[in-house]
């Protein structure tokens, strides 16, 4: 009976390890498309902002460590996101590119981008770092029957970082003024503009949001499931936009679908 729990605990924890990433970079995906311009570049820009946060873990992993180091680590793939998202904004919105051409466009130049950045600095097409980043026990929490072990052991600072971002992005979508005008934008953008709302502006802040949402789910894919990253992401970036779709692009059902997947991957 107590392999048996063992087992499923086991299970739950590393879905986590799946399902987080998949939600992070999903809700992306649906501020972009939600502003009215589809991000299909959602893999690429994970490969960006994984590749500058473990270069900088890399770099200065033998003098910092712990989530201090984590926490750079993760404004770092943001930041990286945010202006790599802005190539796609550029192209789809000022020059009225085709959608689906950016971003895959975005998605060819982001691995072999990474692997020249790193034989460049490392010599070598493989980022190796050190993870130092697990959390062994949270004080209290760990001790909670079932939910300990699969919440609150050997768990990372990012786990709890994705269920904030689910929380905030339901919260700025439904209960915000920007969320209700995003959302205007993308559906009818003529209303909006007849009252003097800048539609370019908020489909330019929904694409960015969605790149800083994609680089800190690079970040989040890599770092509890492996301690080498070489330009590649296992494609979770098209798996996010299937779990968009398939959540209807409302973070409720996005979260429900991202667990979906992130189970089947686990299994």
């Not at 992993?61 to 930041?79: E, K, P, S, Y």
């Not at 609150?152 to 992005?169: D, E, H, P, R, V």
Request: charged share 10%.
């Amino acid at each position: 009976m107590n392999n048996t729990v063992n087992i499923i605990e086991f299970t739950l924890h590393q879905m986590l390890n799946f399902t987080i990433p998949l939600l992070i970079v999903a809700l992306g995906g649906m501020f972009s498309s939600r502003s009215g311009i589809t991000n299909i570049g959602l893999d690429g820009m994970m490969i960006m902002g994984a590749l500058t946060s473990m270069l900088y873990i890399r770099f200065t992993q033998d003098f910092m460590g712990g989530q201090t180091q984590l926490f750079i680590a993760i404004l770092i793939a943001v930041v990286t996101g945010v202006l790599y998202s802005l190539l796609h904004a550029f192209a789809s919105i000022n020059l009225k590119a085709n959608q689906i051409i950016s971003g895959q466009a975005i998605n060819m130049l982001a691995p072999a981008f990474s692997i020249f950045i790193s034989r460049i600095f490392l010599g070598e097409g493989i980022i190796v770092f050190k993870n130092t980043f697990m959390i062994p026990q949270v004080p209290l929490l760990s001790k909670i029957p079932f939910l300990g072990p699969i919440l609150f052991q050997n768990a990372y600072l990012t786990t709890y970082l994705g269920f904030l971002i689910l929380f905030f992005s339901s919260f700025v979508l439904y209960k915000t003024r920007f969320g209700l005008r995003l959302r205007a934008c993308g559906e009818y953008p003529q209303a909006p503009d007849s009252v003097g709302i800048d539609v370019l502006k908020y489909r330019y802040a929904g694409v960015m949001i969605s790149g800083a949402l994609a680089g800190l789910g690079g970040l989040v894919y890599v770092l509890p499931n492996s301690t080498n990253f070489n330009g590649d992401v296992s494609g979770y970036g098209f798996l996010a936009l299937a779990v968009m779709i398939l959540g209807q692009w409302t973070p409720s059902r996005i979260a429900l679908a991202a667990l979906f997947f992130g189970t089947l991957k686990t299994l």
